[in-house]
């Protein structure tokens, strides 16, 4: 199975970012895709428009985020990926440390640059304008 980890620096407090995170109004702007999102445990969750869904397994506020995790891409018959996003504060805001494993083989370095392309980089254009 693939797996990869991936750390962003955001101007923002670990609380605020996380709530933003599970907020559905604050997730679908800060990414430009609709989201449907909690901040409960067992919660089932979709974003990117329903392209992505999964469950919330583990919450500690403003620290970690647990989630199962998958696209409209993965087959039928797969398991569920797991992401796990881990925030610590950081003399600039926040450090973000998202880490997705349990991918299909060969499937790492697409949901890599996914990460990139539409959170990270949509995401340190929302803070700065916050």
Do not use: C, V
Not at 5 to 27: G, K, R
Not at 31 to 52: L, P, V
Not at 93 to 112: F, I, M, R, V
């Amino acid at each position: 199975m693939d797996e990869f980890e991936l750390t962003e620096i955001f101007n923002i407090s670990p609380e605020l970012l996380y709530i933003a995170w599970l907020d559905e109004d604050q997730h679908s702007e800060m990414t430009g895709g609709a989201a449907e999102i909690s901040d409960e445990i067992g919660a089932e969750f979709a974003a990117w428009d329903g392209y992505i869904t999964g469950k919330n397994l583990e919450l500690k506020f403003g620290k970690k985020i647990l989630q199962s995790w998958r696209t409209s891409e993965f087959p039928q018959e797969a398991e569920d990926s797991l992401l796990e996003i881990i925030f610590e504060r950081d003399k600039d805001g926040t450090k973000l440390t998202l880490k997705h494993s349990n991918l299909q083989p060969g499937d790492g370095e697409k949901y890599k640059s996914g990460w990139i392309e539409h959170y990270f980089n949509p995401m340190k254009d929302y803070f700065e304008e916050m």
